[in-house]
Structures are given as structure tokens and as C-alpha cells.
């Protein structure tokens, strides 16, 4: 079945570094892919998108490119700062169906 | 910009009661999902619901576990005898399309006694 694997957190950064977090899947056919964040407190936002493969979604300074050959989505920002604190999750479907969410990484900046 | 909204923000409940979720999706929407997240664990996929039928669930979905859209505009979550394992953040999402994102609610973490 399909599946999201992410990597293992928490990230731990100082304001301006550089981030990635790590998101691979497993699917059939042809996924759409999803990036979702969730700051204290609150619901799940979508950050960004991409619904075919080399797409690259962007949103606030971050980025992240479908790469279908090595089943990748990783989500970059060049420069992270206090307010991108949260947990960031990768997601994927297939035609509406149900969002498949990654275990979710926590990001944690500091100033 | 439209939002989903859920209510109440925060249920608690005794174990064995029943309790509703409410959710009010964006307006022109047609695709509902509800979906939960036991503390510091994943989100999981529950239902999804499309003219005014179950259209996938999940094996959590089980009999205790029904959904509703009454009246056109609440879509609700109806868990019948609460168990302490139902403990949970739960989250309402909507589309508008089949592969257009979902939007979702700030949820109702339902703690049960």
C-alpha cells in the first residue's frame, strides 16, 4: 500500500540556517504530494504542493521538488527563522482519495 | 479566506458516552474527511464522505463510528460509546476536488475519563 516516511526529528536550528526535512513515499501510480504544518496549538495548513512529477512546490520561503525516480519530496528553506517553529508533515493521495500523512518532524528554531 | 471550522475546540467526555464532533466545511466544497492524531503519533485517515455517502474509511472506522451531513452545511462525527483509546485530536477536512488539497480545521482534541 502507499506509504510516507519521513525523517526522525526534532530539528533543532539557530534563526537563518538552512533546513531540509527528509520525505520519501511509496505509491502506485501517480500521487499527488503534499507538504502540511501545524504550529502549536492550531490545525494542519498545507505549505505547499506539487501534483506531478519534477513540480516544485513553494510557499514562504520554502520549497520542495517531486521527484519521481527517487520517490522524493524533501522540503527545503534556505533560511529559517523563529516563526517557522512547528511540525511539519509530508502527505500524499491519489484522485481525492484519503491523505496518507508522514509520522510528522518537529522543527524547533531558535534566535 | 474560508475556513473549516470544528466545534467544540476541546470535549471531555466520560468513557461509554456518546459525543458529536462538529465540523462546518468551506462552502463550495463536496469531498468531507475526518481524521485523527493520538498525542505525538501520526495523523490518521478516518472516513471521507461525497454526495451524502461513506465514500472510504479506514479499519479505525469501525461500527462504533457513523457520519452525518444533516442539513447542507454541518458534517459531523458521531463516536457511539466512547472508549478511553478515542482520546484524540480530531481533525475535519474538505475539497473541492478529487485532486485538489484538503483544507482543514483547527480540530477538537476529545479527552475521555
Known amino acids: 500500500g502507499n506509504s510516507v516516511t519521513q525523517m526522525e526529528g526534532p530539528v533543532t536550528l539557530s534563526e537563518e540556517a538552512f533546513l531540509t526535512i527528509n520525505c520519501t513515499y511509496t505509491a502506485t501510480g501517480y500521487p499527488s504530494l503534499f507538504w502540511y504544518v501545524q504550529y502549536p496549538g492550531e490545525g494542519l495548513q498545507l505549505l505547499l504542493k506539487a501534483t506531478k512529477a519534477d513540480d516544485k512546490g513553494s510557499n514562504k520561503g520554502f520549497e520542495a521538488t517531486y521527484r519521481k525516480e527517487t520517490t522524493s519530496f524533501h522540503l527545503e528553506k534556505g533560511s529559517v527563522q523563529v516563526s517557522d517553529s512547528a511540525v511539519y508533515f509530508c502527505?500524499?493521495?491519489?484522485?481525492?482519495?484519503?491523505?496518507?500523512f508522514g509520522k510528522g518532524t518537529t522543527l524547533s528554531v531558535s534566535s | 479566506e474560508p475556513e473549516v471550522t470544528q466545534t467544540p475546540s476541546h470535549q471531555v467526555t466520560q468513557m461509554g458516552q456518546e459525543v458529536i464532533l462538529r465540523c462546518v466545511p468551506i462552502?463550495?466544497?463536496?469531498?468531507f474527511y475526518w481524521y485523527r492524531q493520538i498525542l505525538g503519533q501520526k495523523v490518521e485517515f478516518l472516513v471521507s464522505?461525497?454526495?451524502?455517502?461513506?465514500?472510504?474509511k479506514s479499519e479505525i472506522f469501525d461500527d462504533q463510528f457513523s457520519v452525518e451531513r444533516p442539513d447542507g452545511s454541518n458534517f459531523t462525527l458521531k463516536i457511539r460509546s466512547t472508549k478511553l483509546e478515542d482520546s484524540a485530536m480530531y481533525f475535519c477536512a474538505s475539497g473541492n476536488r478529487e485532486n485538489q488539497p484538503q483544507h482543514f480545521g483547527d480540530g477538537t482534541r476529545l479527552s475521555i475519563l
Open positions: 464522505f461525497y454526495n451524502n455517502e461513506i465514500s472510504e
Open positions: 462552502s463550495n466544497h463536496l469531498y
Open positions: 502527505a500524499l493521495n491519489q484522485a481525492g482519495t484519503a491523505l496518507i
